[in-house]
């Protein structure tokens, strides 16, 4: 993970804003809203901008992946090209979807809002579709986790430092 951020620090930082970049950060899979806050901590954004484009970037691609995922896996699945990579991105998220099947409503909430690797609102909208979990079951979870990471991330990368220094 730091070396994505690194990255983007290195070749987005003098062509977008600062807010521009975290919005990008945490739009992008494996980052998201913990890259994002991380990445804006550095560059020293306010804490409630970055909380609103952290959290803007992170909840974009929700309704798209839980609404758009299975019909275009289902499409990649036909290629012979695509159908390992996607099989195998299948594999992996629903490896990790056992407390969200067995909590339904608040395993995907703390599934998405704790900030551990491999969890997040990619995967947890990946996993919701996969499982055929309802939109309107499944969005109001991701974005309740969504808001959970955020008040984690915000207090280990804001609040926290600001005690201890």
Wanted: with cysteine.
């Amino acid at each position: 993970m730091n070396s994505l951020i690194e990255w983007f620090m290195t070749n987005l930082s003098g062509a977008v804003s600062k807010e521009m970049l975290v919005f990008i950060v945490s739009m992008v899979p494996i980052l998201e809203l913990r890259g994002g806050i991380i990445v804006a901590s550095l560059l020293g954004i306010e804490m409630w901008r970055a909380v609103f484009f952290c959290g803007l970037g992170n909840i974009i691609p929700v309704p798209f992946i839980l609404l758009f995922i299975t019909p275009i896996f289902g499409w990649l699945k036909r290629t012979r090209f695509f159908k390992p990579l996607v099989e195998k991105l299948e594999t992996k998220a629903m490896s990790k979807s056992e407390k969200i099947e067995k909590y339904e409503f608040w395993g995907l909430v703390l599934f998405v809002g704790i900030p551990l690797p491999g969890t997040g609102a990619w995967t947890g909208s990946l996993v919701a579709a996969l499982l055929g979990i309802r939109f309107r079951k499944a969005l109001p979870a991701i974005l309740l986790g969504i808001v959970l990471a955020m008040i984690i991330m915000t207090v280990l990368f804001y609040v926290a430092p600001g005690l201890i220094l």
